[in-house]
């Protein structure tokens, strides 16, 4: 069973393609984690496929989830951003945003057509996709003084706490990754030793 503050995303880019009468549907899923980094993108999209009639996009950002969004880029409402989604939520994936280009074909497909060709193509990217088990936290950064940094070192390997941007200099700084479910328990740790973060 996973611990409770893991969900799961996929490692790097993957694609995924779709033909039915003549239009092509390229699905371009890709892991990240702001709004940010999903309109980049859509214009990186919009350049290496400027041909294309349609850059359709749905996202999911998050441990819960709770951050998305759905576009259908000027196709019938419902019919490519909702199933794009669809297919990222019926995978059980979050920090994952999937852009399909439409290049059309001549032959509409019509609603149906449409959210199966979205669907499909999506899940096809996602099937090709590697996925990986992200951990929920959040990055704090501490400061204290050079006496205090034993006690610290002891305590970010004790939890198997990651850090980065390390200064060490008459007064310390670090950076820490706490996991969600010990956020409490490092936060006391960490007073304890009298420290507090930002």
Not at 93 to 113: E, H, M, N, T, W
Request: aromatic share 8%; charged share 25%; glycine share 8%.
């Amino acid at each position: 069973m996973r611990p409770a503050d893991t969900y799961l995303s996929i490692a790097g880019p993957a694609e995924g393609l779709y033909k039915e009468s003549g239009s092509r549907f390229i699905a371009l899923a890709r892991p990240v984690e702001t709004e940010a980094e999903v309109r980049e993108l859509l214009v990186q999209a919009r350049k290496e496929y400027h041909d294309a009639r349609h850059h359709c996009c749905a996202y999911r950002l998050g441990f819960d989830g709770k951050l998305w969004r759905a576009s259908d880029d000027g196709e019938p409402a419902g019919s490519a951003g909702r199933p794009i989604l669809g297919q990222i939520d019926s995978a059980g994936l979050s920090d994952v945003a999937v852009i399909v280009v439409r290049y059309f074909g001549g032959v509409k497909l019509g609603i149906p057509g449409l959210i199966r060709a979205y669907r499909t193509a999506t899940a096809d990217a996602l099937a090709a996709a590697t996925v990986v088990e992200k951990v929920a936290g959040r990055w704090m950064r501490l400061d204290f003084p050079y006496s205090s940094l034993p006690s610290v070192m002891k305590l970010l390997k004790d939890m198997s706490v990651p850090q980065r941007a390390q200064s060490f200099q008459n007064e310390c700084s670090l950076e820490a990754f706490v996991r969600l479910s010990s956020e409490q328990d490092f936060l006391e740790r960490i007073k304890k030793i009298g420290i507090f973060n930002d």
